[in-house]
Nanobody
Framework: QVQLAESGGGLVQAGGSLRLSCAAS????????IGWYRQAPGKQRELVAV???????NYADSVKDRFTISRDNAKNTVYLQMHSLKPEDTAVYYC????????????????WGQGTRVTVSS
């Protein structure tokens, strides 16, 4: 079993910054990609940013040039640095670990964290 522990959410004024962390623990051989998703009230969950084990990244257009995702493979931890936050960034942010291999050659699984709330006041 794998657990994802998110931290770093909170209340910030517009224009401010926050850094989210997602630490994966448990039986892990490798993780293909870890991403951040968010869900605002009344809206569907959407991809914010994702990073692969090789370091490739992808961002939602709405956060490009403001958010940066990074990864420490040795710690199985992913960070989301958020700058120039806007009220529309307000949401619960979820960490997702895609294609997690517990041991070499085993079937992969997908895991979600419990979410961390980010509130941006205007």
């Amino acid at each position: 079993q794998v657990q994802l522990a998110e931290s770093g959410g909170g209340l910030v004024q517009a224009g401010g910054s926050l850094r989210l962390s997602c630490a994966a623990s448990g039986t892990i051989f490798s993780i293909n990609a870890i991403g951040w998703y968010r869900q605002a009230p009344g809206k569907q969950r959407e991809l914010v940013a994702v990073i692969t084990s090789g370091g490739s990244t992808n961002y939602a257009d709405s956060v490009k040039d403001r958010f940066t995702i990074s990864r420490d493979n040795a710690k199985n931890t992913v960070y989301l640095q958020m700058h120039s936050l806007k009220p529309e960034d307000t949401a619960v942010y979820y960490c997702n670990a895609d294609r997690v291999f517990p041991i070499k050659g085993a079937l992969p699984h997908n895991y979600w964290g419990q979410g961390t709330r980010v509130t941006v006041s205007s």
